[in-house]
């Protein structure tokens, strides 16, 4: 893993947090997009070398939206940088890792990701993440 990539946290109402994290982190989010795919609308803050992405669910059966339910609004996962997410997904299972995806997948922010079972990770959600353009 190269570094901390960002922070997800699951909000219910995007412009609401979208307004609270730009007066708690003194800057305003430098992208939103939507992943219909993940039933997901992020939104994206810089600070220092780490993002936070919050995520907001789009449709009802969304991982986010049944996060939400089940636990409330908060942190949802960690998200590391990696050179090589097919790489690091076999050395991880090869460790005895267990993944939420076969496979990296598309994601947002111009990423091939993937995620690690809590299970695996003493019940934290962890995030690999590869620029595509890597």
């Known amino acids: 893993m190269n570094k901390l990539e960002h922070i997800g946290i699951a909000v219910k109402d995007l412009d609401a947090s979208e307004k609270?994290?730009?007066?708690?982190?003194?800057?305003?989010?430098?992208?939103?997009e939507t992943v219909e795919s993940e039933g997901?609308?992020?939104?994206?803050?810089?600070?220092g070398?780490?993002?936070?992405?919050?995520?907001?669910?789009?449709?009802?059966?969304?991982?986010?939206?049944?996060?939400i339910?089940?636990?409330?609004?908060?942190?949802?996962?960690?998200?590391?940088d990696v050179d090589n997410a097919d790489e690091r997904m076999e050395?991880?299972?090869?460790?005895?890792?267990?993944?939420?995806?076969?496979?990296?997948?598309?994601?947002?922010?111009?990423k091939r990701i993937a995620f690690l079972h809590p299970k695996s990770t003493?019940?934290?959600?962890?995030e690999i993440c590869q620029d595509k353009d890597a």
């Open 49 to 67: 070398n780490v993002k936070i992405e919050l995520l907001s669910a789009t449709r009802e059966d969304s991982a986010i939206a049944k996060f």
């Open 122 to 126: 003493n019940g934290v959600l962890t």
């Open 69 to 80: 339910e089940k636990r409330g609004e908060g942190i949802h996962h960690l998200a590391f």
């Open 91 to 110: 050395q991880l299972r090869a460790s005895g890792f267990e993944w939420i995806n076969a496979t990296p997948k598309d994601g947002a922010d111009n």
């Open 40 to 47: 997901v609308v992020t939104s994206f803050f810089l600070v």
């Open 20 to 32: 609270l994290f730009s007066l708690l982190l003194n800057t305003t989010p430098y992208k939103r």
